[in-house]
């Protein structure tokens, strides 16, 4: 059974710092492409980050509204990306969503809560 659990959404004030979990578990991590989605109320899920695997060199890449700010990783032994988000704005207040992508195989976590508010 495939299941992805996502850790570390809360409560953070604007400017403040989060850092998101998703480890993974009956997949093979390693051949998965790795992005965290989000999606706020009223919205429709947009991609976040990205992060291809070890033979495309762990290639990274970003929405435009996030650059420069979060920043994606993986720990292939630890079945694991993290996602770094730093300098957030209450934009950024969303349902935040792991997700793993191989061929025709794709699997979504359950989501955690990351709410940006004074």
């Known amino acids: 059974q495939v299941q992805l659990v996502e850790s570390g959404g809360g409560l953070v004030q604007p400017g403040g710092s989060l850092g998101l979990s998703c480890v993974a578990s009956?997949?093979?991590?390693?051949?998965?492409?790795m992005s965290w989605y989000r999606q706020a109320p009223g919205k429709e899920r947009e991609l976040v980050a990205r992060?291809?695997?070890?033979?495309?060199?762990?290639?990274?890449n970003y929405a435009d509204s996030v650059k420069g700010r979060f920043t994606i990783s993986r720990d292939d032994a630890r079945s694991t990306v993290y996602l770094q988000m730093n300098s957030l704005e209450p934009e950024d207040t969303a349902v935040y969503y792991c997700?793993?992508?191989?061929?025709?195989?794709?699997?979504w976590g359950q989501g955690t809560q990351v709410t940006v508010s004074s």
């Open positions: 009956g997949i093979t991590f390693s051949r998965y492409t």
């Open positions: 997700n793993a992508r191989f061929v025709a195989r794709n699997y």
């Open positions: 992060i291809t695997t070890i033979t495309t060199s762990n290639s990274a």
